[in-house]
């Protein structure tokens, strides 16, 4: 699955370097390591990019600490951990050179790049900024140039065209409101690429948790948005950045 | 439960017009007929205005037409048959006075009061329109005056704006959109009138035949908005009709 | 989207007296003020008359206040905030004139106008009560008289009927039911006004948080039911205001 | 299971008069009759009272006819076919004395008992009449005598209490309606008698099929009331009976 | 609604004895008392037999004293509380003769008669006592004998059937059971008598907090099943009494 | 993936018979064959046992005839078609060695296997057949020995005491049943082999299309229960077999 | 809410050169045409790119024909027909230049741009191929190169990994699964660029017309994977050019 | 239901060593035993093998620790307590030789057989491990060797397949995972034998509690696969070591 990595062994094996039993050893285990209670995938640092990330929910501080070490010891230069506490991520900040948001919950260790290309990152509500928090997070340690639109629903919608030229010129821009979820949709209208929808589990009884918001921007009668799990303000930074580098990589050329 | 007939009866009794025995039957049986298979309730005449209301789905045309005949013979002026085929709707029209709209699978047999007042009905896409014409219809047969703004969705908000005017000066606007549904918290966002919001099943695949929309009406973002069940534009009709009236009926006194 | 304002605007632009640039920058950004996690909506004042409304579910103390204050500041009388904690309601109380509900949640700060017109506030059962009072309370701040009807469910209808007198002199009732929520079907059935139609969290097993009541109250057989989010009774006494407001404003012509 | 079969086989046993192998056979085997598609259970009869039922729906007229010949052979005097077409009513008619409503999809085959009692079967409107007459008919092949008081839904209250007297003096009352299911709760706290409540499947949009009714009745504020399936009008006069029928036997002591 | 009291008061307006407008504000006012946060409804107890009941979820220690006190006031000799904690039960204990079920949060205030009838109520596992007990322990207080046959479920088919006795010979059973549920149906098999059934919240995963039970027995095989609210011992036990007391009273006559 | 074969090349490799590129594309390529609209897993064969499967939903006649002629192309003894209608079974009949259940939608080309072992497949009605047969059929194919007990369902749990031994003496039970599902669980509480437990979308109302069953068989309370798709027989019947042949392999040993 | 247009308008204003009343009249109105029933957004073509689209669903062939001509006559030089019926397409192209899938139920009229870049569109079963059209088809209209990868599910994953080259040389993946929609996962945990999850309604039973497959990928463990609605192969489309042109466009500087 | 015993029973009746009364109530009563609050099944353990389950959710810890006791003093020589807390384990531990998982919240009491055959339990993530462990000890206390492969998901699928021996050489697979539940399918295309899916309510937003994982296994692509409840650890492994079992004694005959 790694193309030139199996290359490289089967070179080897061709070349008598390395045995046939050696050679199966290495095709099955070379890209994680096992620390037990975790496979740590090294392989995926060289397939996408800069950072490596840890989901930090359900794991305990010790945990979070032994991967992020065994990461860095394997060369990573920038680790994001994501759903963690703020507590966990003080006791990183004593041992680790780290940046956090204690408001999204997310935390980036090592070297942040500095940003390029243009993302936005839009909210209907105040209630909505934490999983903004943590999509401009993530879009930051993964080397994008972040805007921060916050508050800017569509019940006042002229809040929103206050913002317009910044939308206007992003490669990719995060929407994420709760509720209605109508944020998607005005602003897919508006811009030229894609949006990345996040739903959040804003508000109360019909709102089911953000379904109501789920299943709004999956019907959204703007083309270009598509839509990540509900409060995945990591995934849909994660996405951003990654058309924002298309453009990058492209432009350097 | 009718204050009035109530005193009217316990007056006859005291004046000896009536006996108890009378009086009891009186008090129970008077305000509908029984035709068999319905009970019409002539009642409801004098409570709610001028026009009365038949849900044509699932019943035969001559249940139609036997209802119709009883409201007319009991002075009923206006009659509206909702959810009728179009088939059924000639056949009435070749024995009553009538107007009808074939998309809207709406008919209104007898007299149709001079619209007064102002109400929008506005619809995010074309696929919305006959619910539409069921919400515009309804209300026009009640007396009120309807501004049309059809295919004006979110996604293409200037479309929208562009009947801006006629959205402000009405008494209640009556948004319609399937999908999303965010036309309902947009428009909320710009009139200071009630809106009554109708999700319609239009829409495929996560729509779930109208829930998605359903959904985003209930948690709209925007105060004013208000929901009826999918599909029902006789209702909201009714309800801006009912809203409408206020305003006439105080602007008369 | 302002159109006095927009017109305004463009009048000086076409008397030169200020610049296409600046006529860019206050078309844009006129109407609302950003603190930073919230961008206060101040236009809507004068688009939805005379009170504004707070939601303060997840913002605290210290951020209620602030947007309290920028109201005032901006001259606004009245300041409702729904879903407050009675603490912070009696923090606010010790800087601010106000009047609160600490059953409804909700605080008013400054000038409560006298009550005019007529809204019924009726309830199925005593659990509902606290969401009455936030649509009654609502109602109030916004200029209306208010009659509560509580505990008045259709299990013993007549409990319902002893104030038949009360609804059907009402503008519009604020019908608020958990459970299977039959109220307003009953209602409905009983009152020639807009019926709107709360249901409550308040059940249990297949209440399932309110949506069977929701559910039931969409569906509806009564005309002149349109339904709010479970649990809304803020947006339901804001609607009835509005319905109430038009006759007041139609009378006094 | 069967307790006098029981006893009677080791009753044989005990006096010699089967081996063990055969009782243990018979224990097994006797209530039932294999006829390759179906194991008529000829059992439930000396159970349950007079009358046998064949749920209709996927059946062939074949199998319909095979079975219903089986239980005539085995002395059955009343049989039930539910969820019948009307074409395999007319078959059968050509063979057996039958008695059939069309509209309710339900034939009754043999000998109808005279009605004893009081059951009372209640709609909310017309389209509910069907499954309602599935109930009526079920309830009289059983022996009870069944009042029918259709379309008398809560949307206009003083239609159901002019038949308050039949609904007080009911044994049991079956309580059937669609969209909100309302009729449940308010005919549950009218009567002291058990109510069965039908939800049915008519309405539409938010209905979804019969849901909205179900969790409605499900959710009942008044005592007395259980529900059966969507639609199940068989269910619920078959439950009606057993009760009128407690009533019948003790009266007959 | 009360056609004797009615009938009493339009036979003393027929002789002059009270005015019309006191018979009106009679004919309204009469069954039911306003505590403020309550309307007590005295007539039921005229209805629908011995006792009355008092939902406690949701209401405080005051609250349920004082109504309490309201109705043995009126004369009311047996009074239910449900869904009461242990500590405000003990509180009620200091001031009236109770006797209570802190494991089926319900007591009983007053007398309770001398149970007659058999009902049988029986419990999938032992998670489902509380629930049993709710059910038992209202069947009690309502004057009916109750057998319990707790953790009979179907998995271990044959500890249901040791008590098929007293399965068999009970004029009503109440079937409680959590998980998938099947104990309704197996019973609904197994006896001739109306089966009341309580699917619990016990379970886990796709249980749904009950809905799997739920659906499971609205869709049982078995005829003579009707089905109450998840977790609803009290309904059960109040139905299952209803259908004891028929037999009861025929056969006293 | 393919372990033997991933060796084989490699030596290949080591040896120089093949270059590194062929191997690469070896690795890669091999057990699939691509006809265009489908890509043909023969490897699939040498992995699971002697019968291939295609699902024939959604598929013409044409692509159906043209894979089973790849297939047998490649040597494959047995192909099942599942979900195909008679018409297509007719046609494949008149080109292949066939044997083919109408009922069950599925048909066997080429060899059958003699059965060994013993699977029972049981369901609750006459309407889950159809299932079952796809079940049986596929268990033969498969080469199982089948025992079919039908209708059986826990309503008249006598007649699934009736084929006890049967049930007790298999290796592996499948059971079928729609509406509760409950047969899963008595079945499951019964014998002490793997229960496949198969729901089906038999049933009406709250049944939603299996759903309720799927439920009732997921929260089963019997330990040994597992479960596959709404009306899925194919798999429940591979499952069984998959562990019939365990049993067999060993045996042969 | 155009900026260039806005700054236009004002910019006329200010020398004169148009009125106030008709800079209003142009700011609200200029970018759309109204057709009676739909409102044509010519403005969306200089926003986002060459092709405009048209949603062929409940459209008659009247309206289709005449949007398109509207769009022609406007200057569009490709118009996108999605869910348009074969015969519809066939009408179509007797009057305009076409290229047209069936399968896929969309046209392209007018120019198709050679196509640059790379997408690649993967489907786990043939039955998905139509959606994958859609996807394709739109895809190329909007210029960008598309590789299809067809049945490739993850049940045999060697089918998937034999297309690896493909997948990992694409600057956007679109990933079309119905079923359990695992697709999507190991495509997402395999490739480097952004990867757009269609769900379809491919599957029975729990698979709920697509919403196990929406869920499934809406939860998926890979970072990078957006979805959008079931059977939305247009929207995966678009979007996946949207991203492709970003590194077109910034190439070509 | 328990043959052997009722054919013993059967003939000490034929040989007049016990009364028919004495032979009824043994054959009702004889295979569990009544502890109040439980009815213990002895007779579970004679049908299915070494080792009796109690499930500890919702038990006391007397409660527990009696029907330990009473299993014991029937001769259970192996005790399994699943869903136990860790201080109820301890107490436990202080009277009886125990092994216990605090993390899978599952103990061991008696002796634990050694393990034979192979079933391997793999996970999909490392928070799926407490689900894992009550899968892997209870197929060890009945008596299999468990291969444990923990954090194997497929957005990283060579971690996966770094264990493909130990995959597909076990008698069973136990596929845990939760989020979108891909590992089940990936897992069952993968391997020979049958793959019992645990879907778990690990994941948040739109995971609804496991419900997407669950649907994803429902409708997994692959043969082969069967699925339990959420988070049902316990069945999983009860139903492997019964496969695994067959293995074992057709083995050792």
């Known amino acids: 699955m790694d193309k030139d990595k199996t290359r490289e062994i089967l070179l080897k094996v061709a070349e008598g370097k390395i045995s046939v ?14 620390v037990g209670f975790a496979r740590i995938d090294h392989h995926r640092k060289l397939r996408q990019g800069a ?8 794991k305990t501080y010790e945990q979070i600490e032994k991967i992020v070490s065994k990461m860095q010891d394997n060369g990573q230069e920038t680790v994001i951990v994501t759903r963690i506490g703020c507590d966990d ?7 680790f050179e780290i940046k956090y948001s204690c408001e999204g919950r997310i935390a980036v260790i090592g070297k942040i790049p500095e940003g390029t290309g243009k993302i936005a990152v839009v909210t209907g509500g105040t209630s909505d900024i934490p999983v903004a928090e943590e999509a401009a997070v993530t879009a930051e340690a ?6 921060r639109i916050y508050d800017a629903g ?7 065209f206050a ?4 939308l206007m010129s992003a490669r990719a821009v995060v929407a994420i409101a709760g509720m209605e979820g109508a944020l998607a ?5 508006l811009v030229a690429c894609p949006v990345i929808a996040v739903p959040t589990s804003v ?3 019909a709102s089911f948790g953000g379904l109501s918001a789920l299943l709004s921007m999956l019907n959204s009668c703007a083309s270009g948005v598509s839509v990540v799990n509900i409060d995945n303000g990591f995934g849909a930074g994660y996405i951003a950045s990654m058309i924002n580098r298309i453009g990058e990589e492209q432009g350097n050329r």
Request: aromatic letters at 6%.
């Open 142 to 147: 993964l080397g994008s140039r972040v805007i």
């Open 89 to 95: 991520a003080d006791r990183l900040a004593e041992r």
């Open 154 to 160: 569509v019940a006042g919608i002229h809040r929103l």
């Open 203 to 205: 508000g109360y009884g």
């Open 185 to 189: 949709s005005v602003v897919g209208g």
């Open 163 to 166: 913002s317009l030229d910044d």
């Open 51 to 58: 950072a490596e990330v840890i989901y930090g929910a359900g």
């Open 21 to 34: 039993d050696d050679a199966m050893m290495n095709l099955k285990t070379a890209p994680f390591e096992d």
